[in-house]
DNA sequence: AAGTGGTCTAGACCACTTC
DNA sequence: AAGTGGTCTAGACCACTTC
């Protein structure tokens, strides 16, 4: 655990005792400094993740200030977390009992605009895998994924089963690093209406992605329609 | 002009002109630190912000790789930025003709869920303004907006007919700072059919958004509803 | 005028990648 | 073993806020 992260466990743990209420300042940056025994840079690192997280804002001469939070959301099962987690890493992290039925899994030509995503040459082929996503019973989600062979040689279904970042993670070198997402409202196909068990005129929010290694190379395509009001949150800033 | 800042927008420009091709390596700091002549540290705090963009992935011990850019944004007129810039403001940025209907500006009490969100007490008052926001003669978002009065106590209507973000940055004290967004799914009411001219089975995305001050305190509620495929962007890192 | 955070430096130390 | 980026330090300098 590094210093800076020692800080930041710190300072949160003030805000939630209500040492440092919201709408107060932060002890000035010399004085964190003396208390957590650290480096001004070191207390500007912790600070800046703090910011980026939405916990504080920052104003020039003035200091740091701790944010009104926002109201304890209201569906944060049903949240769609904006940082990198698979569907099934953040759904157990709540505490769900999470199924996958994987309804396609095939090799295919990707489609021309999925191929140049992912930087595949005109011949090549990709994984197509079709899922649709179970939590405590009730499907959430369906998700059209395609990733290179070329990139994972020895794939298989069961792989897709349980959880393709896990794949990744645990049987491959890879790292995953970043992604880069579009979101947008949509309505479901009649088959996506059967399968995720909701009305013809039940709104999804619609998540296209495309996933990179820590190399810089995109990996994966993916296309997820949330149902049940699913909510993507963010944070922005400046 | 700061140093960092110089160094994003010359490695930008290399990325750009091909200098440093898409899947290379970046030159490691070091050379940096000689092309920019600043130190190891600037360099650093000069890639922490093209990674936050989303341009460039970095590796431990072997370098900063740049990213296979995202295939052009095929919406990109119909895109709702990640950042912090009002509906006028954005809009006019890509050239578009804008107008703002003004369907209401009351004041009133505001429901118990916002007065939550704003910290305001049970009988404070705040501005409900409804907008229609119309660019190039197309209606494309409509707007319900709750400020506080306490904070602005000469708002007029003819601020929200232009922008309350340049009313706030202009004729006020105040920094805007950053928010916090949920995004969702939802069907129009049948009024919204009307004002936004959309089929009554056309999905809406809504952003729901609370807007913070830079000393921390939140000072707008607004529920944003876009039509005809607006989208969200979004880079997720680590 | 005093207090504050942001930028920037040179350099130490370490963990990771690469060969 | 050599090269790489990440963390951390003490301290300089500046711009902004506060009084």
């Not at 000035?28 to 800046?48: F, G, H, M, N, W």
């Not at 997280?53 to 701790?66: F, N, Q, W």
């Amino acid at each position: 655990m590094h210093k800076y992260e020692q800080v930041v466990r710190g300072i949160k743990q003030g805000i939630d005792s209500g040492e440092y209420p919201a709408g107060d300042l932060l002890p000035p940056a010399q004085k964190l400094c003396e208390r957590y025994d650290v480096s001004k840079i070191t207390i500007k690192r912790a600070l800046d993740q703090m910011e980026l997280e939405g916990l504080i804002t920052r104003r020039k001469g003035s200091g740091a200030y701790v944010k009104t939070p926002v109201p304890a959301q209201k569906g944060l099962d049903k949240e769609v977390s904006a940082d990198m987690l698979g569907f099934y890493a953040q759904q157990t992290e709540l505490g769900k009992t999470v199924r996958t039925d994987v309804v396609d899994f095939d090799v295919a030509s990707p489609p021309k605009s999925v191929a140049q995503s992912l930087t595949m040459e005109n011949d090549e082929f990709a994984y197509y895998i079709c899922r649709v996503r179970i939590a405590d019973g009730t499907p959430w989600t369906i998700e059209y994924t395609y990733m290179p062979i070329k990139l994972f040689p020895d794939l298989r279904r069961h792989d897709a089963e349980v959880s393709l970042f896990s794949y990744i993670n645990e049987r491959t070198d890879y790292t995953i690093a970043s992604s880069h997402r579009t979101i947008r409202a949509v309505k479901p196909t009649p088959e996506e209406c059967r399968l995720l068990d909701v009305a013809d005129d039940e709104p999804l929010l619609e998540i296209e992605q495309i996933v990179y290694f820590d190399d810089g190379r995109p990996f994966q395509y993916t296309r997820q329609r949330h149902a049940h009001g699913a909510e993507f949150v963010s944070v922005g800033l400046k």
